[in-house]
């Protein structure tokens, strides 16, 4: 038996992992573990390979280099810190993991055929989590779990707490919004799109999540700036229906966001975590021991900083936090630019992508959803399938009719 017919076999492996990573993401931890365990194993194993190594030239060497820095940094600064041991447990089984889901990720979706049926997988698993959604809401109980509904009012389907569910379904709505847009679908999948998005919105407004609610927003209002007349039109109109059909209950949450009872003291979770920066401004308290310095040194009880971005600059330092904002941010700024050059099949959706990762690092600003281990590895999944795709978008032109006449008119301007 050749071994390129068992690599792949493995590369298979790793693309269903993949697959089921997606499906089990928001209410299995377990099988999470098992997918993301399965996919960063078998892509390894085919890196022994030339021929799967060809992912690495899909973007600058530069980029790649600032992720090694990450990886690099939190390794190094975890001598230092009082609980050594516990910070490389989380660069490994942590970031670590999530590094490598990326990476893996954008190396698996190697055709237009893959990328393809992932869409289709993120989509459908995503319809029957935002189903159990509608259940609780309606009838108090998780179908899923098969047990009654345990916090309170505001769904939250198989997460821990309403807002992570809230997150999760902006990022789907967001996604549907461009999937909708691409070329050349049919109009019963664009319909089956169209009614997704519809229940998907619809859902974040009775998640009462004002993080989500305006994230969302925010990432609405960027793509109207897109000189794409589809994508400038459906984003405006998302945009006029979040503002119209905004619940008053949600007004009076933003009416209180300063207020003790408004905010669940995250100012002085914030203030807290910004004093315990200054103390370890370089180095941080070290990787995962965040909970085992804030209280009750910092603060009277234990807790998270309700903030990702200043609550891994407490465990990384500022260095550590220069090194992850700067992945994010460069790897969807080399995609935005590449994207904008090309009217190709997969461009809309490309867009969808950036802005829904943006908007849910975003939403990471108010909460802790960079550390959820349910909703961790999805901007780091997206991503690398956001990398993939910019690659794969200038293999699969569209014909003139689907580009039509304005957007060839924008590509001969920007050549």
Same mark, same amino acid.
């Given at each position: 038996?050749?071994?390129?017919?068992?690599?792949?076999?493995?590369?298979?492996?790793?693309?269903?992992?993949?697959?089921?990573?997606?499906?089990?993401?928001?209410?299995?931890?377990?099988?999470?573990?098992?997918?993301?365990?399965?996919?960063?194993?078998?892509?390894?194993?085919?890196?022994?390979?030339?021929?799967?190594?060809?992912?690495?030239?899909?973007?600058?060497?530069?980029?790649?280099?600032?992720?090694?820095?990450?990886?690099?940094?939190?390794?190094?600064?975890?001598?230092?810190?009082?609980?050594?041991?516990?910070?490389?447990?989380?660069?490994?089984?942590?970031?670590?993991?999530?590094?490598?889901?990326?990476?893996?990720?954008?190396?698996?979706?190697?055709?237009?055929?893959?990328?393809?049926?992932?869409?289709?997988?993120?989509?459908?698993?995503?319809?029957?989590?935002?189903?159990?959604?509608?259940?609780?809401?309606?009838?108090?109980?998780?179908?899923?779990?098969?047990?009654?509904?345990?916090?309170?009012?505001?769904?939250?389907?198989?997460?821990?707490?309403?807002?992570?569910?809230?997150?999760?379904?902006?990022?789907?709505?967001?996604?549907?919004?461009?999937?909708?847009?691409?070329?050349?679908?049919?109009?019963?999948?664009?319909?089956?799109?169209?009614?997704?998005?519809?229940?998907?919105?619809?859902? /974040?407004? %009775? +998640? *009462?999540? $004002?993080?989500?609610?305006?994230?969302? =927003? &925010? !990432?609405? /209002?960027? %793509? +109207? *700036?897109? $000189?794409?007349?589809?994508?400038?039109? =459906? &984003? !405006?109109?998302?945009?006029?229906?979040?503002?119209?059909?905004?619940?008053?209950?949600?007004?009076?949450?933003?009416?209180?966001?300063?207020?003790?009872?408004?905010?669940?003291?995250?100012?002085?979770?914030?203030?807290?975590?910004?004093?315990?920066?200054?103390?370890?401004?370089?180095?941080?308290?070290?990787?995962?021991?965040?909970?085992?310095?804030?209280?009750?040194?910092?603060?009277?009880?234990?807790?998270?900083?309700?903030?990702?971005?200043?609550?891994?600059?407490?465990?990384?330092?500022?260095?550590?936090?220069?090194?992850?904002?700067?992945?994010?941010?460069?790897?969807?700024?080399?995609?935005?630019?590449?994207?904008?050059?090309?009217?190709?099949?997969?461009?809309?959706?490309?867009?969808?992508?950036?802005?829904?990762?943006?908007?849910?690092?975003?939403?990471?600003?108010?909460?802790?959803?960079?550390?959820?281990?349910?909703?961790?590895?999805?901007?780091?999944?997206?991503?690398?399938?956001?990398?993939?795709?910019?690659?794969?978008?200038?293999?699969?032109?569209?014909?003139?009719?689907?580009?039509?006449?304005?957007?060839?008119?924008?590509?001969?301007?920007?050549?």
């Amino acid at each position: 038996m050749k071994i390129s017919f068992i690599l792949s076999w493995i590369d298979r492996l790793a693309y269903f992992s993949l697959l089921g990573l997606v499906i089990s993401l928001p209410f299995s931890p377990a099988l999470t573990e098992i997918f993301s365990i399965a996919l960063i194993s078998s892509w390894f194993v085919t890196q022994f390979s030339r021929e799967y190594r060809q992912f690495w030239k899909q973007i600058p060497a530069a980029i790649w280099l600032i992720l090694l820095g990450l990886v690099i940094w939190g390794l190094a600064i975890s001598p230092f810190s009082r609980f050594p041991m516990e910070s490389f447990k989380g660069c490994f089984a942590k970031w670590g993991e999530w590094v490598a889901l990326c990476v893996a990720s954008s190396a698996v979706i190697s055709s237009a055929k893959r990328l393809e049926i992932f869409f289709k997988t993120a989509i459908l698993s995503s319809a029957l989590i935002l189903v159990d959604g509608f259940w609780q809401y309606f009838f108090n109980f998780d179908f899923l779990r098969h047990r009654d509904l345990l916090y309170g009012f505001y769904p939250r389907a198989g997460f821990s707490h309403y807002t992570h569910f809230a997150s999760y379904v902006m990022v789907f709505f967001l996604l549907g919004v461009g999937l909708n847009l691409t070329r050349g679908l049919s109009k019963t999948v664009r319909g089956v799109l169209t009614v997704h998005n519809a229940f998907f919105f619809l859902m /974040l407004v %009775l +998640t *009462f999540c $004002r993080g989500a609610w305006l994230s969302g =927003a &925010a !990432a609405l /209002l960027t %793509l +109207t *700036f897109i $000189r794409e007349k589809k994508i400038f039109v =459906a &984003a !405006a109109a998302a945009l006029v229906l979040v503002f119209l059909l905004t619940p008053a209950d949600l007004i009076y949450r933003f009416g209180n966001v300063f207020s003790d009872e408004g905010s669940g003291y995250r100012r002085e979770m914030w203030m807290a975590t910004l004093r315990m920066i200054q103390d370890h401004f370089w180095s941080g308290v070290g990787i995962n021991n965040f909970h085992r310095e804030f209280s009750p040194t910092y603060f009277w009880e234990p807790a998270y900083a309700h903030n990702s971005w200043i609550q891994f600059t407490a465990e990384a330092g500022v260095p550590g936090f220069l090194f992850l904002f700067s992945w994010f941010f460069v790897v969807m700024s080399w995609a935005f630019v590449q994207l904008r050059k090309t009217v190709e099949r997969y461009t809309e959706a490309g867009f969808a992508l950036i802005f829904a990762i943006a908007a849910f690092l975003a939403h990471s600003f108010v909460d802790n959803l960079m550390f959820n281990i349910n909703l961790a590895p999805l901007p780091w999944i997206l991503l690398g399938v956001l990398i993939s795709l910019v690659n794969l978008n200038k293999n699969n032109p569209v014909s003139t009719d689907e580009i039509g006449v304005e957007n060839l008119k924008v590509l001969q301007c920007q050549k």
